[in-house]
């Protein structure tokens, strides 16, 4: 039998925001891990829940939102608001969020959600944040009972790994910066795939939302700054409007 070699695709993963997926090349790829990373209030909650309702709605792929801030109900109201129907979708099978209590995060966390997630053949995985998870990293990691940076990295890291073990879900990982960062960790930003940067500035003395991609492997992606909305629909990006 005559073989022809043909090139591997990657598949890609429409995020569905509007004027984002082309600073991409037209989305996520298929299994990586991407950093969503910004100061308090600039829309990382809101982007990763519109990324999972659009999966879910327009492209029936199943999605887990694991949450260690805020609680299931405050979540899902959020979404509402925006016309994100979290409770349908979830009785049709096709979401689920996760509430993980910070009090009882152990090494172990990371393979509940792996299972979780390879069990209900989820395609799309949100988790908020990484942050949240360093900052209670296990005491099995510590020395002793002072939480070091390196506990903390080693942690982080392990963690991030372990969640490839999920070729065929695509991840945003939530990580809460101060200005200046792109992690509070320092180790997650090197570990992921790509990084959307948000930021929350005053220009001219207006406060306005804009977006960047810090980092996009195997993609030629927009090295701009975009300016970004957060409208009654969701999230808005205007691609091309921005300054590099
Ligand atoms: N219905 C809405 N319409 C327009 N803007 C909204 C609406 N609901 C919330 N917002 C805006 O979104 C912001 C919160 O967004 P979000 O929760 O995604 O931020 P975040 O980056 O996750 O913050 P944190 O780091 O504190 O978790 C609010 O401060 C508000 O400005
Ligand atoms: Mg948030």
């Known amino acids: 039998m005559k073989r ?3 090139k591997m695709e990657s598949v890609i993963i ?6 984002f997926d082309e600073l991409i090349e037209g989305g996520f790829k298929e299994g990586k891990i991407i950093l969503l990373s910004g100061t308090p209030g600039t829309g990382k909650s809101i982007f990763a829940m519109e990324y999972l309702y659009n999966g879910a709605s327009k492209f ?14 405050a979540l899902i109201n959020q979404a509402m608001q925006f016309g994100w129907d979290f409770k349908e979708l979830e009785k049709k099978g096709l979401l689920e969020v996760m509430e993980i209590g910070i009090k009882s995060i152990t090494e172990r966390t990371v393979q509940d959600i792996v ?8 395609r799309r ?5 990484i942050s949240s998870l360093a900052i209670n990293t296990p005491t099995t990691y510590l020395k002793t009972s002072e939480l070091t940076e390196m506990a ?3 942690f982080v890291y392990g ?3 372990d969640l490839r073990q999920l070729k065929e879900t695509t991840s945003l990982i939530i990580s809460q910066t101060v200005d200046g960062q ?12 790509g990084i959307i940067y948000i930021m929350y500035e005053a220009i001219a003395g207006q406060y306005t939302r804009s977006l960047m991609i810090r980092k996009m492997r195997e993609t030629r992606n927009n090295p701009d700054i975009h300016p970004m909305e957060i409208t009654h629909k969701g999230i808005v990006v205007h691609p091309g409007l921005g300054e590099s």
Not at 14 to 19: A, L, P, Y
Not at 115 to 122: M, N, V, Y
Request: charged residues 40%; positive net charge; aromatic residues 6%.
């Open 159 to 161: 963690f991030i790994n």
């Open 152 to 154: 903390v990295k080693k």
């Open 115 to 122: 299972r979780k997630a390879k069990k209900g053949k989820i």
């Open 14 to 19: 429409k995020t569905g925001i509007k004027g």
């Open 125 to 129: 995985l949100v988790l908020d944040s």
């Open 182 to 193: 792109i992690s509070s960790d320092g180790v997650s930003e090197f570990v992921c795939d």
């Open 4 to 6: 022809t070699k043909k």
């Open 60 to 73: 029936g792929e199943r999605g887990l939102y694991v949450t260690l801030e805020e609680k299931k109900d």
